[in-house]
C-alpha cells in the first residue's frame, strides 16, 4: 500500500532554470494539495487540486508558479526561472475527499544556486 | 481567518519524562477538524491524530494523547515517558469546513529527547 511518491527528492536548479516537482497521491485518492515549507515560516498552503481541476490556488505566488493535475498520471509543480527564495521543501498531501485526512509525501528539497 | 498558535518554540526534556504541547487554534467557523503532524530529522511529514469539532473526545494511543477543549480553543498533545525517538518537530494544524481543505499551520514545535 504505497504512500505519496515525490520525486525527485533533491533538486538544484540555476538562477533562471526551471524546476518540475512530481506527486503521485495514494491510491484511491483524487485530491492533491501542494505546501512549501520555508525556514522560519513554517508550512504554507500553496494549491489544492482534483483531477483536472485546480479547486484553490490562493496560495499560489502570481507569477512563475504553476500546478496540473492531469487526467493520467502524477501532479505537477512547476516554478518557472528560480530565483533563491524559491528554496524550500515543497511537500505533497493526498485525500480521497475534501476535509479528509491528508497524507504526506517525504517532499522534494529545492535548492537554487 | 483562521489561525493555528503554538507558543512553544523548543522544547527540550530528558527520556522518560512526560512532555505537553500546547496548540491553541482561532476560528469562526463552527465545524472544523485537528490535526497533529510529526517531521522527524528525516524530514517526511507523519500524520498522527485528526479531531472533529463535534467530537471532545480524548484521545488516548499508546504514550501519546490528546486534550481537547473546545472552551479554550486548545488541542494539546502530551507524550508520556518520552523517549529519544521522539525528537521531532510536531506541527498542529486546521481545516475549517467553510474553506477548501486548506491545512493552516502552527509554525511548529521542535522537541529534543535527551538521553
Known amino acids: 500500500n504505497a504512500g505519496v511518491m515525490q520525486n525527485p527528492r533533491h533538486l538544484v536548479r540555476r538562477r533562471g532554470q526551471e524546476a518540475r516537482l512530481r506527486c503521485s497521491p495514494m491510491?484511491?485518492?483524487?485530491?492533491v494539495y501542494w505546501y512549501r515549507q520555508l525556514p522560519e515560516e513554517g508550512l504554507k498552503f500553496m494549491v489544492y487540486?482534483?483531477?483536472?481541476?485546480?479547486?484553490?490556488e490562493s496560495g499560489m505566488p502570481k507569477e512563475r508558479f504553476s500546478a496540473e493535475f492531469p487526467k493520467e498520471g502524477p501532479s505537477i509543480l512547476r516554478i518557472q526561472q528560480v530565483v533563491r527564495g524559491d528554496s524550500a521543501a515543497y511537500f505533497c498531501?493526498?485525500?480521497?475527499?475534501?476535509?479528509?485526512?491528508?497524507?504526506f509525501g517525504p517532499g522534494t528539497r529545492l535548492l537554487v544556486l | 481567518a483562521q489561525k493555528v498558535t503554538q507558543a512553544q518554540t523548543e522544547i527540550s526534556v530528558v527520556e522518560k519524562e512526560d512532555v505537553t504541547l500546547d496548540c491553541v487554534y482561532e476560528?469562526?467557523?463552527?465545524?472544523?477538524?485537528l490535526f497533529w503532524y510529526k517531521q522527524p530529522p528525516s524530514g517526511e511529514l507523519v500524520f498522527l491524530i485528526r479531531?472533529?469539532?463535534?467530537?471532545?473526545q480524548n484521545e488516548i494511543s499508546g504514550r501519546y494523547s490528546w486534550n481537547f477543549q473546545k472552551s479554550t480553543s486548545s488541542f494539546n498533545f502530551t507524550i508520556t515517558a518520552s523517549q529519544v525517538v521522539d525528537s521531532a518537530v510536531y506541527f498542529c494544524?486546521?481545516?475549517?469546513?467553510?474553506?477548501?481543505?486548506?491545512?493552516?499551520f502552527g509554525k511548529g514545535i521542535t522537541l529534543s529527547v535527551r538521553p
Open positions: 487540486l482534483q483531477k483536472e481541476n485546480i479547486i484553490d
Open positions: 498531501a493526498s485525500s480521497p475527499r475534501g476535509r479528509e485526512t491528508q497524507y
Open positions: 479531531r472533529n469539532s463535534f467530537d471532545e
Open positions: 491510491k484511491g485518492h483524487s485530491h
Open positions: 494544524a486546521l481545516i475549517i469546513a467553510g474553506a477548501n481543505s486548506k491545512l493552516t
Open positions: 476560528t469562526r467557523d463552527t465545524t472544523y477538524y
